[in-house]
């Protein structure tokens, strides 16, 4: 069964840093994108960036550009997803998706990692 | 403000068909045949209904059908069942990343 795992939620601290995780089986992960999607509470989808996992060539989308690095380990079939410094506003439910191409549909998708920023 | 244009909410009884609409621009869903479509219910993952404007992965019923005109997409659920109640989003590619639409909330009377 092809899946995509993601690592458990997280409740940090603004300015701390944080790299959430994504790992694939049941499939060749390097033969696959894995993009990273944003969803804010109660609202909708965000694309933020995708990573071929087999040469770790990423695109970023123009709003997530320089906010957060996306990043992959072939050995473990693992893609990160990684931010410097957190602010409130990064509190999010965030998804990692499997794309045969950057332009095609993802599936599947992780079950999201809840990330919660806060004072 | 969301990349790709997607009315709020959308109705239809059981039985009845309903049509959602996605409008993007000449950049995106006019230029590209990458138009997807997605369903999500409450506290659960996005689940993709449709690839490359009207494809369905396997698993997903044939009551599930997309298609599009000029720079304006559309997916159309055919014989609404209870369980067809969810959010739906479009996206496409625009060259070198993937928009999304705002979501449209599908409710069954």
């Known amino acids: 069964e092809v899946q995509l795992v993601q690592s458990g939620a997280e409740v940090k601290k603004p300015g701390e840093s944080l790299k959430i995780s994504c790992r694939g089986s049941?499939?060749?992960?390097?033969?696959?994108?894995i993009a990273w999607v944003r969803q804010m509470p109660g609202k909708g989808l965000e694309w933020m960036g995708v990573?071929?996992?087999?040469?770790?060539?990423?695109r970023y989308s123009p709003s997530f550009q320089g906010q957060v690095t996306i990043s992959a380990d072939k050995s473990i079939s693992t893609a990160y997803l990684q931010w410097n410094s957190l602010k409130a506003s990064d509190t999010a439910m965030y998804y990692c998706?499997?794309?045969?191409?950057?332009?095609?549909?993802?599936?599947?998708w992780g079950q999201g990692t809840l990330v919660t920023v806060s004072s | 403000q969301s990349a790709l244009t997607q009315p709020p909410s959308a109705s239809g009884s059981p039985g009845q068909s309903v049509t959602i609409s996605c409008s993007g621009t000449s950049s995106d869903v006019g230029y590209y045949n990458y138009v997807s479509w997605y369903q999500q219910h409450p506290g659960k993952a996005p689940k993709l209904m449709i690839y490359?404007?009207?494809e369905r992965p396997s698993g997903v019923p044939d009551r599930f059908s997309g298609s599009k005109s000029g720079n304006t997409a559309s997916l159309t659920v055919s014989g609404l069942q209870a369980e067809d109640e969810a959010d739906y989003y479009c996206?496409?590619?625009?060259?070198?990343?993937?928009?999304f639409g705002g979501g449209t909330k599908l409710t069954v009377l």
């Open positions: 998706a499997r794309h045969e191409k950057i332009a095609a549909g993802g599936t599947p």
């Open positions: 990573i071929d996992p087999g040469d770790s060539d990423v």
């Open positions: 490359e404007v009207n």
């Open positions: 996206s496409s590619y625009a060259g070198n990343k993937v928009v």
């Open positions: 049941g499939y060749s992960f390097t033969n696959y994108w």
